[in-house]
Nanobody
């Protein structure tokens, strides 16, 4: 079965850090960009970050730039999102996403995503 499995969510204090991980199951991230999206309470799903497959270039939403970092694991089937300097407005369900064409990586468009993870909750307390 082809799927994405996220882990690492939880509760953090404002100013704190969390690391989210995404593992590919049944396939590898060989040909696609890997993105992270989030959906806060009562909000639309928004793109947070993306890492291209061919160059490793990374892109971030302005709301998280300088605070969040995405990276690939040593193998071909894991990606992480490091959340630093967390704010209460970062509270959301975070989704790993792939089957995104590399050239669309920076667009952060949910409609370009071919495969979603189940999501992991991040809650930031003030």
């Amino acid at each position: 079965e082809v799927r994405l499995v996220e882990s690492g969510g939880g509760l953090a204090q404002a100013g704190g850090s969390l690391t989210l991980s995404c593992a590919a199951s049944g396939f590898t991230f060989d040909e696609y960009a890997i993105g992270w999206f989030r959906q806060g309470p009562g909000k639309a799903r928004e793109g947070v970050s993306c890492i291209r497959n061919n160059t490793g270039s990374t892109y971030y939403a302005s709301s998280v730039k300088g605070r969040f970092t995405t990276s690939r694991g040593n193998g071909k089937n894991t990606v992480s999102l490091h959340l630093n300097s967390l704010k209460p407005e970062d509270t959301a369900i975070y989704f790993c996403a792939t089957h995104i064409s590399d050239y669309l990586c920076s667009q952060f468009s949910a409609s370009d995503v071919g495969l979603w993870g189940q999501g992991t909750q991040v809650t930031v307390a003030s």
